[in-house]
């Protein structure tokens, strides 16, 4: 498991390009990140147009990628995993590792008290009464080995999730963060060992921690 602190987004879609590489070839263990990123929004291959009206002016980069669903945004206080991963030793069942990474969403925010769940026809991790989303999910594979992953909202301004993009092609849905929902503040810092253990536990993996964060 690798904390590798903010990276702009082109940047860790390289570094998963090369990992993956790697892992495939048996070079390198399954490895795991763990990042943020600075104001980006992605496109995924379901993307449609008029999702994406951006204002003039906004400061943040827009990038296509080659990962499953639609658009996303990304930020400063998003905890965001990257799992490298290869399938062959985990099943080979795109489903249930879509169906992990919910349930290890679905322990990390329920340990901080927050009741999280899956809605049918919907993807990513919600919240209930009224449904506001407060994870995403988007995936890609080849040759069984994943790239992408998740992307939690801990402490940041959902407002670019509708204003920047009719995210995830959700029209009238809201998001949510985990700070909004304590009504505190939280950071990402404070969430990814409880996220790092989620998935350990869900993946039957045990993880060594690399941090390869740079001084500012």
């Known amino acids: 498991m690798v904390h590798l ?10 570094l998963q390009r090369a990992l993956a590489t790697a892992v495939g ?7 795991v990140l763990f990042l943020e990123h600075p104001p980006t929004i992605t496109l995924g291959r379901r993307t449609e147009e008029g999702e994406v009206h951006v204002p003039p002016g906004a400061d943040v980069e827009v990038v296509e990628v080659d990962r499953g669903g639609k658009s996303t945004y990304h930020g400063p206080g998003q905890l965001v995993c ?4 290869d399938l062959t030793r985990h099943g080979q069942d795109v489903g249930k590792y879509c169906r992990d990474l919910e349930e290890a969403l679905i322990r990390t925010v329920g340990a901080f008290g927050i009741e999280a769940t899956r809605i049918d026809g919907l993807t ?10 407060i994870a995403s999910i988007g ?9 992408h992953g998740y992307a939690l909202n801990v402490d940041l301004d959902p407002a670019p999730f509708t204003e920047w993009i009719t995210a995830c092609g ?3 849905y809201a998001f949510t963060s985990m700070a909004r929902e304590l009504d505190r503040p939280v950071t990402v810092d404070d969430v990814r060992p409880t996220a790092t253990q989620a998935l350990a536990d869900v993946l039957g993996l045990a993880f060594t921690d690399v941090d390869q964060t740079r001084a500012a």
Do not use: C, F, M, N
């Open 5 to 14: 602190g903010t990276v702009e987004y082109r940047e860790a879609l390289e």
């Open 25 to 31: 070839q048996g070079s390198a263990p399954d490895t």
């Open 82 to 85: 990257y799992p490298i991963l």
């Open 124 to 133: 990513g991790v919600w919240l209930e009464s009224p449904p506001r989303k």
């Open 139 to 147: 995936i890609h594979l080849t040759k069984w080995i994943s790239t």
């Open 170 to 172: 959700l029209d009238g």
